[in-house]
Structures are given as structure tokens and as C-alpha cells.
Nanobody, 123 residues
């Protein structure tokens, strides 16, 4: 069983930056695929970014490419999402997700989920 706890959300003006963190429990964190998703009110949960266990492979949604960066520190059991040049349309609850083996951008590829952290971007 893996537990995920997100932090770092908050309110920021357009053009600003935030860094989200997700701390995972479990001894095998370093082998897991980690991802970030977001869900805005009235919308479906959507993929933001993912990173393989070795950090060699990353994947981003087109809407965040060039602005967001996913990274991980396996020694700290932590995955990060650095968000720059934030836009009002980035406003959502951001969720951390993990899976022991699968790689993909659909929520169904991830077995474990955090509770989410709110990000609000004002214009």
C-alpha cells in the first residue's frame, strides 16, 4: 500500500509560480511511476505530467509543456511539480498519483492517489 500526501498549493496571480510536492510512503517508491493530475470544478480529471522511476522519461500535457516541470527525489520519496507562468485556466485541485509498473496518461493507469491540493490562479 502506498500513501500520497500533497502540499504546496495556494493562491497566486497570473504569471506567478508554485511548486507542489508529494511525499509517498512505502519502501519501493523509487520504482514507481509518478504522476500529477488536476480537476477543475465541473470538469473531468485530466493528466498534467508523469515521470518514470529512473527520471529518464517524462511526459506532459500539451497545455503545460514549457511551463511545468516534474521531477523526483527518490531518496526523499518525493515528487515535485514546478509550475511557472501560471494562468487562470490552471486553477484546479491537483492530485498526485502513483503506480508500480504502468506508464500512461489516463487516470486508470494509476493505482494510488493523494487527497489533492488546491491551486488558484487569479487574473
Amino acid at each position: 500500500q502506498v500513501q500520497l500526501v500533497e502540499s504546496g498549493g495556494g493562491s497566486v496571480q497570473a504569471g506567478g509560480s508554485l511548486r507542489l510536492s508529494c511525499v509517498a510512503s512505502g519502501r519501493t517508491f523509487s520504482t514507481y511511476t509518478m504522476g500529477w493530475f488536476r480537476q477543475a470544478p465541473g470538469k473531468e480529471r485530466e493528466f498534467v505530467a508523469a515521470i518514470r522511476w529512473s527520471s529518464s522519461y517524462t511526459n506532459y500535457a500539451d497545455s503545460v509543456k514549457g511551463r511545468f516541470t516534474i521531477s523526483r527525489d527518490n531518496a526523499k520519496n518525493t515528487v515535485y511539480l514546478q509550475m511557472n507562468s501560471l494562468k487562470p485556466e490552471d486553477t484546479a485541485v491537483y492530485y498526485c498519483a502513483a503506480d508500480p509498473s504502468r506508464w500512461g496518461s489516463a487516470p486508470s493507469f494509476f493505482a494510488y492517489w493523494g487527497q489533492g491540493t488546491q491551486v488558484t490562479v487569479s487574473s
